[in-house]
């Protein structure tokens, strides 16, 4: 088997993902989190108390596929229906702000949107409720749909079904759409709920779960042996070119019409939440193939961008330069992950916050790594559980220190921090200062060196009007990268 091929190779397709438009036609819903703990059972009866602390909400199902097409870079029409309800009309809000989504949501009287409320106790999901209906959407809505269909199909490169069973994804819905991408030689790409495969006959790639190959093939499937055997039956008998299997700690296996098997192993990260990292896999997976990638390819891109989001909590996107940090990540480090965007970065603070983690934060430019900043380093974790190490960009670098430098670039930089087992976050910002970075996560810790007084260190008063601390760590004298530079000259 293949390697992976290394970042350079798959680099220029990500950034070519801006250049590419998907039509996404599926089941859309409001996923909802809420975030509390449990310290206690009821006096009322044994069951926990979950006391809300927090609770957020975005789109979910296709929905959320669409977010990791855009995330991504690309462009995306989303397609789906959602009922006369609070529920549609806030999907609908919330789906609108997104400039590079053309959003077709057709509203059936009667029906209710689906919403999804996950009440998650630390890093734990302790329950799931689900308000839905599953009966099929009317003719009238079916012929609206297949119409806005047909007229966006030469406008776009790709086709993704993502079916969460909610009665979208009909047997006429889905026939018509492959049919018509056939004749306009765009592949199409499933996401399939239902046990018939037939529904998705002629597709170019159906990527089920081990659990929904099982069900399809109506027998429990034991061995790789068993799996193989029956993706090959269902893609002969419904002309399925591609079956990908999803198979959770153990990665995935891609069965191609041609006879040949590949088998990606599951990339490793702690796992804190697999909500939605079937529809970043299948977001990935159709841009790849979009871009011209093989499917074993697009396959092996796909499993890495689901191996960054399982280390998240929440239904998460993954951005383009997340996966393209990754690819590097892998290359050079071989899988140490602890660089994250602002976004993710705040997801991680509120979690170590919420387990009583006291966070730590720290700056520089971090150009030539020394003993020096080892030691300021190690200090600076004396006062926190967790160490966040903000690192200047190469442009705010180049602002602050002269056209010469940086001597290595913003990614070697953070890498190389990612690396120190002391640093549990390294975060890239673009800015002079990392003021606007302390806002976003609110440190219980601000550290900087001790040649800087309080009164100089960026952001010393908004940590101490929320209580945190600011402190001020011993330096080793004669150590900078300013002196190595001269050294080496």
């Known amino acids: 088997m293949a390697e992976i091929p290394s970042a350079p190779d798959y680099e220029p397709i990500v950034d070519g993902f801006s250049s590419l438009s998907v039509l996404c036609v599926g089941d859309i819903m409001l996923d909802k989190f809420v975030y509390g703990q449990v310290d206690r059972i009821s006096p009322e009866a044994p069951v926990p108390v979950f006391s809300i602390k927090e609770e957020r909400m975005m789109p979910g ?15 995306a029409v989303l397609v789906s229906v959602i009922g006369n309800d609070p529920v549609g ?9 997104e400039p590079r989504i053309l959003p077709c949501l057709l509203t059936e ?3 209710i949107t689906t919403t999804k409320t ?24 079916t012929r609206m749909l297949l119409e806005i269909v047909l007229s966006e199909l030469d406008n776009i490169d790709v086709v993704i079904l993502s079916d969460y069973g909610k009665g979208l994804l009909t047997r006429t819905v889905i026939h018509e759409i492959i049919m018509a991408a056939a004749k306009k030689k765009k592949p199409v790409i499933v996401d399939p709920k ?31 042996a068993e799996i193989i055997e029956a993706a090959r039956s269902l893609m002969q008998a419904f002309n399925i070119a591609n079956i990908l299997v999803t198979r959770s700690k153990d990665g995935m296996t891609l069965i191609t019409k041609p006879g040949e098997v590949t088998h990606i192993k599951a990339r490793v990260h702690e796992v804190f939440d697999v909500s939605g990292a079937g529809d970043t896999a299948v977001a990935t997976l159709a841009l790849g193939i979009a871009s011209g ?54 997801i991680q603070v509120d979690k170590w916050k919420r387990e009583g983690k006291v966070v730590g934060f720290t700056n520089g430019c971090f150009d030539l790594i020394h003993s020096g900043h080892l030691k300021v380093l190690n200090r600076t974790k004396l006062h926190c559980d967790k160490m966040i190490v903000a690192v200047n960009s190469d442009a705010s670098v180049k602002r602050l220190k002269g056209e010469s430098r940086p001597i290595n670039s913003e990614i070697e930089r953070a890498l190389l921090l990612a690396s120190l087992s002391v640093v549990d976050m390294v975060i890239i910002f673009t800015e ?11 440190p219980d810790v601000l550290a900087k060196g001790a040649d800087y007084q309080k009164s100089q260190v960026v952001g010393h008063e908004l940590v101490e009007s929320y209580g945190g601390k600011v402190v001020l760590v011993p ?12 050294k080496m000259a």
């Not at 996950?118 to 809505?141: F, M, N």
């Not at 191996?307 to 330069?321: D, H, L, S, W, Y």
């Not at 002079?432 to 609110?442: G, I, K, M, Y």
């Open 61 to 75: 199902g296709a929905g959320n596929v669409t977010r990791n097409l855009v995330s991504l870079g690309s462009h």
């Open 118 to 141: 996950r009440y998650v106790a630390g890093t734990h999901q302790v329950l799931r409720v689900d308000k839905e209906v599953q009966h099929p959407i009317s003719e009238e809505t």
């Open 432 to 442: 002079d200062t990392p003021l606007a970075l302390l806002e976003a996560l609110r």
């Open 194 to 224: 239902s046990r018939d495969f037939s529904l998705y006959y002629g597709a170019t790639l159906v990527s089920p779960n081990l659990h929904e190959l099982a069900n399809a093939a109506a027998r429990e499937l034991r061995t790789e």
């Open 109 to 111: 009287t009667g029906r």
């Open 293 to 346: 990638l093989s499917c074993a390819d697009a396959a092996k891109l796909a499993n890495m961008a689901a191996g960054v989001v399982v280390g998240r909590i929440g239904t998460a996107a993954i951005a383009a330069q997340d996966l393209k940090t990754e690819l590097f990540v892998h290359e050079r480090t071989s899988g140490t992950y602890k660089i994250l965007t602002l976004p993710d970065a705040r």
């Open 89 to 97: 009309r806030e999907i609908a809000a919330m789906i609108g702000k």
């Open 475 to 486: 330096l080793k004298e004669g150590y900078s990268t300013t002196n190595m530079i001269k």
